[in-house]
């Protein structure tokens, strides 16, 4: 009797033990996702917390999350509703935060979307166009590693304070690497696409715009992506020293006031901010070039 | 007699690249292609069968001599000459259907009429319903039938292949050999195939021309007479398979004395 119920069981348990209940075996993955996600931030606060509550750590230096997160009210009124250069704290409130971190998210998808275009541009020009490579190439491989940052006191010489300068710090974080990798990726298109596209009759305007743009996008999106730290780097110095509103400029401002609380709070937000920002691209890249597996496109 | 589809006339080809030895792939090499003819090319590696296939479809410049298509000297690529390459060589980011409709796309063919003619086609080579699908998500050999549908919705005068098959395992390959004669009687196009394989080129050949090795020279242009589909086990195909690995096995050898030599 025993053993006829061993063998009855198993084939009715196995199906159970592979699709684990309800949820599907992508949903699971999400929620496992998410689950570590929780533990990993969860623990580096507990240790923060832990380092606060055994006093290895001045709560005025390094305010463990629940000091910096309890004020929040009196946090916000730091934060300004309108985009005025240098006004001091009006108002606040979530309205007040939120325009904030809108304003600067716009001038890091201002800086990368204008520095992805032109970069594309630029590199595709010069990768046709002998003459133009002969006479720009050196200039360009100068400039190339000079850091953005060091073009602050240039971009506040041109553009004066205000917008343009953080916008175009972050142009340029991405715009000499979308430049110099736009010529390589055109040379390793796989030369029977463009054969494909000679037979059937295609001009070399329509062999670049069908052919070689979409073999190239998914790998300079990549480019773009792996600059978007980068450009949330330089957006906060930029607002910090040269635009005089934005997360930058609360930052520097907290540091100049010593005020801890603020700092952690508005770091905070921009770790958030950047992490949804690479999570928004992921989607595009995903919805728009998917012919480029996850897999391929990393992680 | 009717006018060839492709007269080669005394061809050279000499690969020049910068800081390189220049190359002679190919000389004094003259064919005639005859409209609807199945024409295999067969020779050892390097000896320029894909270089005459480039040079036919217009894609590279003949060095020496001239490559006439319909009386008219070739000058630049036709999608009236079809090329179809060992890799599929699908556009990744386009659907199998868009795919086969690229070329009318850049004949600025009407959509709803493009849609219609590559449907029709796709239906043909047995990938009806796979319209939607992306390349990566269809099998080796269905992508290569995908290639062929694309070239075949340009109606091609000439259809080229480079080594089609050579990336199939053997089973698919078989079943690509039938597929391919099928669409040859269907479209009434030449056809000029590129293969290292002796049972290919006897399975499916009207006629066989045999390379030297390089610089390609035509060895032996051998007509293969016997009705499809043409059985392995057949006395004559034994001989045909005997004739063309001694063809070969000299020129190979040739090859790589030549080799030695350098
Ligand atoms: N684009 C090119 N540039 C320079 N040399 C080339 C080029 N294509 C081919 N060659 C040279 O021409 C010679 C013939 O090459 P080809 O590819 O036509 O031979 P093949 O008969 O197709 O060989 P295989 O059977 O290996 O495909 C080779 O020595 C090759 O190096
Ligand atoms: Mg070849």
Redesign the pocket.
């Known amino acids: 009797m025993p053993s006829k119920s061993m063998t009855a069981e198993p084939p009715a348990a196995a199906p159970v033990i592979h699709t684990g209940g309800i949820l599907t075996k992508k949903a699971r993955e999400r929620l496992a996702k998410l689950g570590w996600g929780i533990v990993s931030i969860g623990l580096f606060a507990l240790i923060w917390e832990a380092l606060w509550y055994f006093e290895m750590v001045n709560p005025l230096l390094l305010p463990p999350p629940h000091l910096f997160l309890q004020d929040i009210p009196g946090t916000l009124k730091f934060f300004d509703r309108s985009n005025r250069i240098g006004h001091i704290a009006s108002g606040g409130g979530v309205i007040a935060l939120l325009t904030t971190m809108g304003w600067t998210t716009f001038r890091v998808f201002t800086g990368l979307a204008l520095g992805f275009i032109c970069g594309v541009g630029l590199g595709a020009a010069l990768y046709y166009f002998r003459m133009l490579r002969n006479v720009l190439m050196p200039t360009i491989l100068l400039l190339a590693p000079i850091s953005p940052v060091a073009w602050l006191p240039v971009a506040i010489f041109v553009f004066g304070i205000g917008d343009v300068p953080a916008i175009f710090l972050v142009f340029i974080t991405v715009f000499f690497a979308i430049v110099l990798s736009t010529g390589a990726q055109i040379s390793s298109v796989p030369i029977n696409y463009i054969h494909v596209a000679r037979i059937m009759g295609a001009t070399q305007r329509q062999t670049f715009w069908r052919v070689i743009l979409p073999a190239i996008l998914p790998s300079l999106f990549m480019t773009l992506r792996l600059n978007l730290f980068g450009a949330w780097m330089v957006v906060l110095i930029a607002e910090a020293v040269g635009v005089g509103t934005g997360l930058g400029q609360i930052t520097s401002m907290a540091r100049a006031t010593f005020n801890a609380k603020l700092v952690f709070f508005t770091m905070g937000i921009v770790g958030a901010l950047g992490f949804l920002t690479d999570w928004g691209l992921r989607q595009v890249q995903r919805k728009m070039l998917w012919w480029v597996a996850p897999a391929k496109g990393g992680f | 007699m009717a006018r060839p589809a492709v007269s080669i006339r005394n061809v050279g080809k000499t ?1 020049e ?1 910068e800081g390189r030895r220049p ?1 002679r ?1 190919i000389d004094g090499l003259t064919i005639d292609i005859e409209p609807g003819e199945f024409v295999v090319l067969l ?1 050892p ?7 005459l296939l480039y040079m036919i479809a217009g894609l590279e410049d003949v060095s020496d001599g001239v490559i006439e298509c319909d009386g008219l000297p070739i000058t630049a690529p036709s999608a009236e000459r079809g090329l179809i390459f060992q890799e599929a060589s699908l556009f990744p980011w386009l659907t199998i259907l868009d795919n086969v409709a690229f070329g009318l796309a850049i004949q600025a063919e009407q959509p709803e009429r493009r849609r219609e003619i590559a449907t029709e086609i796709l239906r043909r080579v047995g990938l009806g319903d796979m319209l939607d699908k992306k390349p990566d998500e269809l099998s080796g050999g269905m992508r290569q039938r995908a290639a062929c549908a694309r070239a075949l919705a340009m109606k091609p005068k000439v259809l080229m292949m480079d080594e089609p098959f050579a990336a199939l395992d053997v089973q698919t390959r078989a079943k690509m050999q039938d597929f391919l004669l099928q669409i040859w009687r269907d479209s009434r196009a030449s056809i000029i195939l ?1 293969t ?1 394989s002796i049972d290919e080129a006897i399975s499916l050949a009207d006629r066989v021309v045999v390379f030297t090795a ?1 610089p390609g020279q035509v060895k032996e242009i051998v007509p293969i007479d016997m009705p499809r589909p043409r059985n392995p086990r057949d006395p004559r195909y034994h001989a045909y398979r005997d004739h063309f690995t001694e063809l070969l096995a000299a020129e190979v050898d040739r090859a790589f004395a030549e080799q030695e030599v350098r």
């Open positions: 690969w690249v190359v792939a020779g590696s390097g000896c320029g069968k894909s270089s590129v290292h390089r």
